[in-house]
């Protein structure tokens, strides 16, 4: 078998094929039941073909899409803060805007203007897709620990819940809201009822899906030129290692980290790469934690930089970070997925305005592998949540659901 693998464990650094391609069912289809399979980690033969509508429909309704968001974006180009939340709307509306994994992995949750369950054993009639009640872009999803409950924001800055029955129908109601479009969107680690927001408004808010309202954590400042002004942030985490951090980017060069016990005390620790110390100009555009705390950034320089968690300190920590390169960026978007990758967060993945997939050896960024060429631009990119099951499901701009895996996992 290792004849013609050269992945995770070969001289080559890694080679990775789709094994599943599915098309989101159009908005109004009809509702199903949802089966949740007990199980830690999929099969590895579970990935069959499977299209839940024609892919001639879904190719004209993309491109229809597509030109009447260019339309807009033409139109709004002359304001760039605004333009840059128009091409993100943008980007909601001509395919998939976001993806997620359950807690356990049981289901993939894809989302434009509507939602699609992959249930991940069968694939076979076990989906569901109904409408968010509303024609604005879904920006944001997360599976809530139940795994009854997707919470989910739009352009408009709202936060909802969805509440999944056993029968299968969807209920849907408002958490609360931010003034700007919503960001980021997580839920809390230890707490199966938290959850954190943030926002182009600035703003860190909590809130707690058994009663609406968000609540006001604090507002992030800019350190530079006029300290007054917000900060408008990109992303939010939290750290895996030491739950009681969150950690957010936004429109600066720094990776900002908070103590929830000790918000009006500011950023427990900043991240800035020495290269970045002087560029007014920097931003981040997403961040990922591996399980033990590792941080990468990934910035509008086209460059991702890893941080050690011991590097932080307060006021400001100027780092000699390690370097990945070589995909490149829109700069009308300012949000960009990556994530660690393999059992032990080996490998670093990312994706890229060209289209394709790019992955790194952690301790060799040199080497880089490229995957997806033939597919239509990745939008979002996710992991499955189990590390020993190396799976990564991305979505792309005509409502194509694609998952990856290494090659000596199906072969």
Request: hydrophobic letters at 30%.
């Amino acid at each position: 078998m290792n004849s013609h693998y050269n992945g995770i464990h070969g001289r080559k650094f890694f080679t990775m094929s789709i094994v599943q391609k599915v098309f989101s069912r159009e908005r109004g289809s009809k509702r199903s039941s949802i089966m949740y399979p007990e199980i830690t980690v999929p099969r590895m033969d579970f990935f069959k073909s499977i299209n839940h509508s024609s892919e001639e429909d879904e190719e004209d309704a993309g491109e229809e899409e597509e030109e009447e968001e260019e339309e807009e974006e033409e139109e709004d180009a002359e304001e760039d803060a605004e333009g840059v939340e128009e091409a993100e709307e943008a980007r909601a509306a001509e395919g998939i805007s976001c993806i997620a994994f359950s807690p356990t992995g049981a289901f993939l949750v894809s989302g434009s203007h509507f939602f699609t369950l992959w249930n991940m054993n069968t694939f076979e009639g076990e989906t569901i897709s109904f409408q968010a009640g509303t024609q604005i872009p879904i920006t944001q999803v997360t599976v809530m620990t139940d795994e009854k409950k997707i919470l989910f924001s739009l352009s408009n800055g709202e936060v909802l819940v969805a509440h999944i029955n056993d029968n299968g129908e969807v209920g849907i109601t408002k958490v609360g809201s931010h003034v700007r479009a919503v960001s980021g969107l997580i839920r809390d680690i230890g707490n199966p009822h938290l959850g954190y927001s943030c926002g182009k408004d600035g703003f860190i808010k909590s809130f707690d899906i058994r009663s609406p309202g968000l609540t006001s954590l604090l507002k992030c400042q800019r350190f530079e030129n006029n300290p007054s002004l917000s900060l408008k942030l990109n992303g939010i985490l939290q750290n895996p290692d030491n739950p009681q951090c969150i950690t957010v980017c936004g429109d600066d060069a720094c990776t900002r980290v908070y103590d929830l016990r000790q918000l009006k005390e500011g950023p427990k620790c900043l991240y800035l790469p020495r290269d970045l110390a002087n560029r007014s100009t920097a931003c981040i555009k997403g961040i990922a934690y591996s399980n033990k705390g590792q941080l990468l950034a990934s910035y509008n320089n086209q460059k991702i930089y890893m941080f050690q968690q011991e590097m932080g300190s307060f006021p400001l920590y100027i780092s000699e970070a390690q370097v990945y390169q070589g995909h490149t960026d829109d700069d009308q978007i300012d949000r960009h997925d990556i994530t660690f990758f393999g059992s032990k967060d080996e490998y670093i993945a990312s994706e890229s305005a060209c289209g394709r997939i790019f992955f790194w050896n952690k301790r060799e960024p040199n080497r880089v592998s490229r995957i997806g060429s033939d597919l239509p631009p990745v939008r979002c990119m996710t992991r499955h949540p189990h590390p020993q099951c190396p799976i990564l499901a991305t979505g792309g701009v005509d409502q194509l659901v694609c998952l990856w895996a290494p090659k000596l996992l199906i072969n």
